[in-house]
């Protein structure tokens, strides 16, 4: 439920600190306490929780899945609605100041954090593709 959607976010960081830090809720009551030496008990650290999940986080499922959705809004026939949404640009100018964060652009930038200048010859096979969507949930970094 915590990541319904997730296809079509923009990740700012201020949304990344929030999910890290419900992410790190949830693993401590998954993985409950641990009983020291003493015998008292105590909460998991975050490195704890960070060595006990690697490098599989709920950003990087965030972001492989939106790579999925990429992949396949680009593999869509240019008939298609959702299609032509992709591809509509507005015929209006924008308002002054910085422009905001797109997903295109936040998913593009994902795809230079993987050393993937090929993407769009990738994106026409989707085996090829998946390989590319399941090694960014564990290879992206925060």
């Known amino acids: 439920m915590a990541t319904y959607g997730c296809e079509t976010w923009v990740l700012k960081e201020n949304i990344k600190l929030k999910l890290m830090v419900f992410e790190r809720k ?3 009551r998954i993985y409950g306490p641990t009983k020291a030496r003493d015998g008292t008990w105590r909460i998991k650290t975050n490195e ?9 986080n709920i950003i990087n499922y ?3 899945q939106r790579l999925a959705w990429f992949g396949h809004v680009h593999r869509m026939a240019d008939d298609r609605m959702v299609k032509k949404i992709y591809e509509w640009a507005p015929m209006l100018t ?10 295109e652009n936040d998913v593009k930038n994902d795809l230079k954090t993987m050393e993937l200048s ?3 010859d990738c994106i026409k096979s989707r085996p ?3 390989r590319v969507v399941e090694k ?6 925060l």
Not at 48 to 56: D, V
Not at 136 to 141: C, M, R, V
């Open 26 to 28: 949830i693993l401590r």
């Open 48 to 56: 704890e929780l960070n060595r006990l999940t690697e490098s599989r």
């Open 62 to 64: 965030i972001k492989a």
């Open 94 to 103: 924008r308002s002054q100041g910085r422009p905001k964060t797109r997903w």
């Open 118 to 120: 090929k993407w769009k």
């Open 128 to 130: 090829t593709w998946k």
């Open 136 to 141: 960014a949930k564990t290879s992206l970094k």
